[in-house]
Nanobody, 118 residues
Framework: QVKLVESGGGLVQPGGSLRLSCAVS????????VTWYRQAPGKERELVAR????????TYIDSKKGRFTISGDSAKKLVFLQMDSPRTDDTAVYYC???????????WGQGTQVTVSS
């Protein structure tokens, strides 16, 4: 059974840092793309960052500023999202998603709340 579990959310001050984790089970990374999304209250879900099974990384928010960094540990079946210098508008529920590149089957975690506030 495929399962994704996010953790690491919470309250963080603007300018601080936070690392989210996505623990995956029921599949190996081979053939999958893992993506972090977020959804703020009243807004549509948006892409944050993506990592492929070959280690390619795509960052969709503030890619030039490097505020979000995605990484993976295939041995531990973990995918991380490092948030540096978060802003109040980064407040959202952050979701982990895994999609098989051929079948397009998708799996979602339950989400973890991140609140950026002083």
């Amino acid at each position: 059974q495929v399962k994704l579990v996010e953790s690491g959310g919470g309250l963080v001050q603007p300018g601080g840092s936070l690392r989210l984790s996505c623990a995956v089970s029921g599949f190996t990374f081979s053939g999958y793309v893992v993506t972090w999304y977020r959804q703020a209250p009243g807004k549509e879900r948006e892409l944050v960052a993506r990592i492929t099974d070959t280690g390619e990384i795509f960052t969709y928010i503030d890619s030039k500023k490097g505020r979000f960094t995605i990484s993976g540990d295939s041995a531990k079946k973990l995918v991380f999202l490092q948030m540096d210098s978060p802003r109040t508008d980064d407040t959202a529920v952050y979701y982990c998603n895994a999609e098989h590149v051929w079948s397009r089957n998708q799996y979602w975690g339950q989400g973890t709340q991140v609140t950026v506030s002083s």
